[in-house]
């Protein structure tokens, strides 16, 4: 009896040990598919209104809506997005805090900073790269071009005595310029403001008489007549100003977009990863999204059924940074 006894102890011993293993094993995985488990923080490293802002907070919305969480918007602004960008890259690695930036930041600091505080490629993994935003290059009613084939003939005839203004040195629309000067064989002189509001105003009152900026924070403006547009960065017109030439219409292989794309932190697991990159792709997909983004101006990578893969993201985050190292080296721009 004291024997039968102990082989019943014995045999629930054994299994609630076995119970034990099972859920330990099961733990990670109860926990892996609980993601999101709280609000994903979607930090963006530039100042709110601005481009990145704008799409940042409409996608939000919907990537919230799609995987049924809260999804938040934290500008970080500063040092040319190498503020935020650094604190994302800093965060922890269980998908919950991302980085939605821009190719200036991205691509381009970490040949414009000596010390940008972040590796592009090591520091993140690419999750979707959403769509470009095309720069236009505008001019005030009053200058005397009306055409790019105008501008360049202006600026041959009289090198280095026509201006543009830029958000800042090393600044994407800086470098725009500094590429149409390589590239066209002119010398249009820049001069730096402290972001591209000053810069458009100034534009926009006749104090200088050209720039390169977005297409949503410069539409308004183009639509009401108080900027010419004369040429779009992208390699194909863009659909919000269809009678608007591309630069590359009249100066071959001038291609000069500023893309935008969320990023995870590097070491995120694969499992997060990929519900992460799943609800991407869904939202991206909806019609209600691409409407609002088509609007603001942004050309989306790819179909509703064939989004950009993370493969091709880092492809495109690769060709760019090389891109633009040369450029940069080339115009000479430095950040210390």
């Known amino acids: 009896m004291r024997s039968l006894v102990l082989c019943k102890a014995a045999g629930r011993r054994a299994f609630a040990a076995t119970a034990l293993v099972v859920l330990a094993a099961g733990a990670p995985a109860l926990a892996q598919s609980s993601y999101p488990s709280r609000p994903i923080v979607m930090i963006v490293p530039q100042a709110a209104g601005g481009t990145n802002d704008i799409v940042g907070r409409v996608v939000s919305q919907k990537l919230g809506e799609v995987m049924g969480a809260s999804v938040v918007v934290e500008n970080r602004p500063g040092a040319g997005g190498n503020i935020g960008t650094q604190a994302a890259a800093k965060a922890g690695k269980d998908g919950h805090t991302l980085l939605m930036t821009i190719s200036s930041s991205q691509a381009i600091n970490p040949a414009l900073y000596k010390n940008a505080g972040f590796d592009p490629v090591k520091d993140f993994k690419p999750v979707s790269l959403i769509g470009a935003v095309p720069n236009v290059l505008l001019v005030h009613p009053s200058f005397p071009a009306k055409s790019i ?47 591209v509001a000053p810069a458009l105003n100034d534009v926009l009152g006749g104090q200088l008489p050209m720039l390169f900026a977005s297409l949503p924070s410069s539409l308004s403006h183009i639509k009401a007549g108080k900027l010419r547009a004369l040429a779009v960065s992208g390699a194909a017109r863009s659909p919000v100003l269809p009678d608007v030439p591309t630069l590359a219409e009249t100066v071959p292989g001038y291609n000069g977009t500023l893309w935008i794309g969320l990023f995870a932190p ?71």
């Open 149 to 195: 084939p105008e501008l360049l003939a202006l600026a041959k005839a009289k090198p280095g005595q026509y201006q543009y203004a830029s958000a800042g040195n090393g600044t994407l629309n800086h470098l725009l310029g500094e590429m149409l000067n390589s590239m066209a064989g002119i010398n249009l002189q820049h001069v730096p403001y402290k972001g």
């Open 266 to 336: 590097a070491g995120v697991p694969q499992d997060v990863f990929g519900k992460l990159q799943d609800g991407m792709n869904k939202a991206l997909a909806a019609r209600d999204l691409r409407d609002k983004l088509e609007q603001q101006g942004v050309e989306l990578a790819g179909p509703p059924d064939k989004p950009v893969t993370p493969e091709q993201f880092a492809a495109v985050l690769n060709d760019d940074i090389a891109k633009w190292a040369r450029i940069v080296k080339t115009s000479g721009a430095s950040v210390d």
